[in-house]
């Protein structure tokens, strides 16, 4: 079940509110890999698998976004989501791509490449990072049934979101391009949600934990993103929920 946007106004009591200092935290990951995929993709499995990989490097961010437009060879993807599409969509109009594919992976917001190639993301994440992190700091922690949401001092301007993650999916699929094959996927985004605005100055942002336990999801991610004209654009500050 995904909440309308509409119920997070009832849900999100006072949603943000300015804290003193710079929220402690636990050392800032480099890079936010999110790699878009599809169940009737026959090219994926490789990518599904490098994403394994990349997880176990505690410095990345690692997500997958199922996206539904491949549903028409024969088999819908039961993890895909339209909102996934919109933002794959949306990053290709920012950079003016004139299509989008899978496995595509973006870095950081800013860095497109094949998923499947591990030399390809390796590049990907040097050009978007320098190898150090993400410029604003960003802290979680759980308490009284709620996610708080610490974000740190910066020069921008950026929307908070959080992500219900699934960790671990496994899928049978019947029919299409992988027919017959059982696709293990890594960290399953299942829901994009805003928590709201940040101009610069350290915030805080709540949520109550249940809304985020959506879709099977067993954790979360939460993105502090730049956006021009309604598409996403690069990631400034991400924080990992518990089990990432």
């Known amino acids: 079940m995904r909440y309308p946007l509409r119920t997070w106004a009832g849900l999100l009591s006072a949603v943000s509110t300015l804290v003193m200092g710079q929220a402690a935290a636990s050392p800032e990951p480099r890079a936010v890999l999110e790699l878009f995929v599809s169940q009737s993709c026959s090219a994926c499995r490789p990518a599904d698998e490098l994403m394994m990989e990349w997880q ?30 919109l933002r794959q969509k949306g990053y290709a109009k920012a950079r003016k791509a004139n299509q989008v594919y899978t496995p595509e992976m973006i870095v950081n917001g800013v860095v497109s490449c094949l998923g499947s190639a591990r030399d390809q993301v390796t590049r990907s994440i040097g050009q978007a990072t320098g190898s150090v992190a993400l410029p604003v700091p960003i802290a979680l922690r759980e308490e009284n049934g709620l996610v708080i949401v610490d974000v740190g001092e910066g020069d921008s301007e950026a929307e908070a979101w959080l992500l219900p993650v699934r960790r671990h999916s496994q899928v049978a699929i019947h029919r299409g391009e992988n027919a017959g094959r059982t696709e293990t996927y890594t960290n399953v985004v299942r829901g994009l949600y805003p928590l709201g605005r940040w101009s610069g100055s350290p915030v805080r942002f709540q949520m109550p934990l249940e809304a985020v336990e959506t879709q099977g999801a067993d954790t979360y991610v939460v993105l502090l993103q730049t956006a021009r004209d309604g598409k996403p654009g690069r990631i400034l500050g991400a924080a990992k929920g518990p089990g990432l």
């Open 56 to 85: 176990r490097d505690p410095s990345l961010v690692v997500l997958t976004l199922p996206v539904n437009y491949w549903d028409y060879l024969g088999w819908k993807d039961t993890l895909a989501d339209t909102l996934f599409t």
